[in-house]
């Protein structure tokens, strides 16, 4: 994802590093009257010829921004600074791109009148990722695509004042979210599928519409513009205090510790760069599990025993505690309680490989159900196990994200199969199952499995293999 950063700063675009104090945990960009600067764990890039731009929004695959000048919506390319105008009006703002499909949404007004967010003449439209197709979705101000692309969220003004509103694009149905009492909006995706994070004049919330689960303001700061790094460790937001300092704030949501970055100007909006888009092939899942390796190996050649496994544990937490490690591949891990599993995931990564793991009990497979990030290729292999129960298996049901890997499982029976068909992962990798009767091939694709990996089948019933050809789609099969 981030070759064009890397490039822009060898091809010598003026920057300076950032001092540890001032590292950030995930890469995020911020934008203030000098331009666009994008910032890593060591490294501050402006991106050429940004000045100006108002308004941003992170391109999914991460080497670009939407961004908006006057009545222009432009992409403008990290590394070199190129701008290609997508689309024009009189006034554009607050772009923000679809997480699936890759669909910009906008504020624009239709002609150079009055500009305030509450004037009727602020409508809210989207275009397709080049720029065409534009839709006209109705009055509004800061649009945010939801998780399913299915609505979008907005602010608008009615005889009560500003106010949050859900727009069904199948229907084109608005309903009202939130407090009447509120008065002002912004609004963001959360980290949950659905749920959203939002802010009124001087709160931050984040949870269900209408129903927040969490407040990151204390009430005496205006807090807004809010954005949730990758793996939902840290939350970027401006911030206006009571004695008029305002600017980017950085907070860890565990501890609650919060931090001003340091900058030269004043910024109004930043922003966590997104994490890589999901795969949409089969093979893909098959890249992505191997590009593991690339991970944090954090074992040695030889088995650990009980006393090594635990110290290496506790330099995994500590070594981690500060920093989002996108991928942790961890061979020679035989066991995992409850415990160990839960620091496991608070390390944040996205993708979790323990290939050698050879028991899953129930407590441990729960909390590896509770696995909770916003990378959406989040997956998870456990290519150890050689059987499962079928009850732990079930526990696994919640785990949310694109793929987990039992591709040591052999055989696989009825419960298996039933357990595994409520799985709400989109892919199941079973290369190791080797035969697989109509009954088990019948309830494991039962449920809503996008993709399942059999390609290590030997043999097959007549049956089975005229249903696995029907759900062809669905099944990766080997050619022999």
């Known amino acids: ?51 100006g731009l108002e308004t941003f929004a992170w391109d999914r695959g991460g080497g670009a921004i939407l961004a908006t000048q006057g009545g222009e919506l432009l992409r403008v390319e990290l590394a070199s600074g190129h701008r290609r105008v997508l689309f024009r009006h009189a006034q554009i703002r607050f772009p923000d791109v679809a997480p699936r499909t890759g669909r910009i949404a906008f504020a624009y007004v239709a002609d150079r009148g ?16 080049d720029g065409s197709g534009f839709v006209d979705a109705g009055p509004g101000y800061d649009p945010c ?10 602010e608008d003004f009615d005889e009560h004042g500003a106010a949050l509103y859900a727009l069904s694009l199948a229907t084109g149905e608005r309903r009202r979210l939130g407090d009447d009492a509120i008065p002002r909006h912004t609004v963001g995706r959360g980290i949950e599928p659905g749920a959203m994070i939002w802010s009124s004049q001087r709160h931050l919330h984040a949870g269900e519409p209408g129903s ?25 937001f401006f911030r206006e205090d009571e004695r008029g300092r305002a600017g980017i704030v950085l907070r860890e949501l565990a501890s609650g510790e919060e931090r001003w970055l340091e900058l030269d100007e004043r910024a109004d909006l930043a922003a966590f760069a997104p994490a890589p888009p999901p795969p949409r092939l089969l093979e893909d899942f098959r890249a992505l599990s191997r590009s593991v390796a690339v991970g944090r190996d954090l074992a040695e050649s030889a088995r650990l025993d009980a006393a090594r496994y635990a110290a290496r544990l506790r330099v995994l937490r500590d070594d981690l505690a500060h920093a989002e490690a996108p991928a942790l591949l961890l061979p ?19 993708q979790l490989v323990l290939p050698d793991l050879a028991i899953l009990e129930g407590p441990t497979a729960r909390e590896l159900a509770r696995w909770a990030t916003n990378a959406e290729q989040a997956f998870l292999a456990l290519d150890g196990l ?8 079930c526990e696994l049901v919640p785990l949310r994200g694109w793929g987990l890997s039992l591709g040591g499982l052999e ?14 992962v989109a892919w199941l990798d079973l ?33 089975a293999r005229e249903f696995l050809e029907v759900e062809s789609v669905r099944v990766l099969l080997s050619r022999r």
């Open 1 to 51: 994802m981030w070759r064009a950063y890397r490039c822009a700063v060898l091809l010598g675009v003026c920057g300076s590093p950032a001092s540890a104090q001032d590292a950030v945990p995930a890469p995020l960009a911020i934008l203030g009257p000098q331009g666009l600067l994008v910032c890593s764990a060591a490294e501050r890039t402006r991106v050429p010829g940004s000045a």
């Open 114 to 129: 009055s500009q305030r967010a509450g004037d009727a003449r602020w409508r809210i439209a989207y275009v397709q990722p």
């Open 145 to 154: 695509w939801s998780h399913d692309e299915q609505e979008l969220w907005l």
């Open 212 to 236: 927040p689960q969490a407040c990151y303001s204390s009430g005496r700061d205006y807090d807004r513009f809010a954005s949730f790094s990758p793996a939902a460790r840290h939350l970027l």
């Open 332 to 350: 020679g891990i035989l066991t995992l309680d409850a415990l160990e599993a839960r620091r496991l995931l608070a390390s944040g990564a996205a």
């Open 386 to 393: 050689r059987d499962a129960d079928p009850q732990v298996l």
């Open 411 to 424: 055989r696989l029976n009825l419960a298996q199969a039933e357990a595994l068909a409520l799985l709400r």
């Open 431 to 463: 290369r190791g199952v080797r035969e697989l009767a109509e009954p088990v091939a019948r309830a494991l694709l039962s449920g809503s499995l996008k993709f399942v990996d059999l390609r290590g089948l030997e043999r097959l019933e007549d049956g």
